[in-house]
């Protein structure tokens, strides 16, 4: 399965835990480029950074 996301740029909310997380990192696996957003800003930069350097963007889907 390894490569079949090359180069795809694939939003994952939720990111810093649960699901979301194991989402970030099987992206990340298949070689697309992940974009994190979640509430917890230290978590979710913390995982990111293991990632080799996604993209971290604190964000609360509930909020418009």
Known sequence: ????????????????SGIGEATARLVAEQGALPVLAARRTD????????LGGALAIPADVRDR
């Open 43 to 50: 978590r979710l930069e913390a995982i990111a950074n293991g």
């Open 1 to 16: 399965m390894a490569g079949r996301l090359d180069g795809k740029v694939v939003l994952v909310t939720g990111a810093s």
